[in-house]
């Protein structure tokens, strides 16, 4: 290809967004932004609860901590970005801005579906080995878990971000999404993403085929567990331990498959329309779940429930 086609990264990219649709980015930015504190009012309560009683002070409560503080990143790495795109005409990010919020939402992303394999994995031990809990779930194993989550995501975001970004790039550097997402990115490249491609498969398969496959064996054997157990409490009691997690991950692994399932629109009109929804889908998609993750774990887990009301009771006393 002629490289006098390319522009230069130092220019940038412009991201459509909703430009096509004007009239829909005041009412989008003040849901966005309503969800967007949400988000970060709820998950900083997570945090400060499970950091602050220390009747919470267990392996679950701590991987709990780390999804809330992962979903404050994650959305905090595009939704100030796309809250600015609503407010200004030209919607344009610099080439090394790009680069970064594709690396935090990338690595963000990737550390959530490790960090859910761990978590059924921590309920996998505490429902089918309840006697030997405490010494496999020990702090000097379950930490290592969560650092490993968090450096396998962030490594895997290094690799794929610095390839993409290494590509030459064509024409008006035109983006169609609110972010620098991986995906519409590449499809902007003058060169050859084979490699790019391979090396997205492979991370697929480590990063969702294999965590979601841990998680549904897991769960076999939770389900086998806890169905052998004689009182209808029993079951009820065993079953409420694990299914705010259970929850979350119908939620956070339906709504990808959601996204990349369905099938593509082959007429101009119906393009059109599916590439409005493809948008707001994913819009929503980083908002909506990390704002469902406490109400889920706040309502369906009486710990949390019991250490917020002592925290709110504290407040008063001490006012």
């Keep these: 290809m002629d490289r006098s086609n390319q522009t230069s990264p130092m220019v940038g990219f412009i991201l459509l967004g909703l430009s096509a649709h004007p009239g829909l980015e005041k009412m989008f930015f003040v849901l966005i932004l309503l969800m967007y504190l949400v988000v970060l009012l709820g998950n900083g309560v997570l945090m400060l609860v499970t950091t602050l009683d220390s009747h919470l002070h267990t392996p679950m409560y701590f991987f709990l901590g780390n999804l809330s503080f992962l979903d404050i990143c994650y959305t905090t790495s595009s939704v100030p970005l796309i809250l600015n795109s609503f407010l200004t005409p030209r919607k344009t990010i610099s080439f090394s801005g790009c680069a970064v919020q594709m690396f935090l939402s990338f690595a963000m992303g990737a550390t959530e579906c490790v960090l859910l394999s761990m978590m059924a994995?921590?309920?996998?031990?505490?429902?089918?080995?309840?006697?030997?809990?405490?010494?496999?779930?020990?702090?000097?194993?379950?930490v290592p878990m969560a650092i490993s989550s968090w450096a396998a995501g962030l490594t895997t975001s290094i690799v794929q971000t610095s390839q993409a970004m290494r590509l030459p790039f064509c024409g008006d550097n035109i983006i169609n999404h609110f972010t620098c997402e991986i995906l519409a990115v590449l499809k902007l490249a003058c060169a050859d993403i084979s490699i790019n491609v391979i090396s997205m498969v492979v991370a697929n398969v480590i990063f969702l085929a294999i965590p979601v496959l841990f998680i549904f064996v897991s769960y076999m054997f939770i389900i086998a567990t806890i169905l052998w157990i004689p009182s209808a409490e029993g079951r009820k009691k065993a079953f409420s331990t694990c299914s705010a997690h259970l929850t979350v991950v119908v939620v956070f692994y339906g709504t990808i498959l959601f996204m990349y399932g369905k099938p593509k629109a082959k007429d101009p009109l119906g393009a059109d329309?599916?590439?409005?929804?493809?948008?707001?889908?994913?819009?929503?998609?980083?908002?909506?779940?990390?704002?469902?993750?406490?109400?889920i774990y706040s309502l369906r887990n009486k710990d949390v429930k019991a250490a917020m009301k002592k925290l709110i009771h504290q407040k008063h006393l001490t006012e």
Excluded: E, H, W
């Excluded at 429902?127 to 702090?139: A, D, E, G, T, W």
């Design 273 to 295: 329309k599916q590439d409005l929804s493809d948008k707001l889908i994913s819009l929503f998609y980083g908002v909506v779940t990390p704002m469902l993750n406490p109400v």
């Design 121 to 142: 994995f921590d309920r996998y031990v505490a429902i089918c080995n309840p006697l030997r809990y405490p010494v496999i779930m020990s702090k000097a194993v379950y």
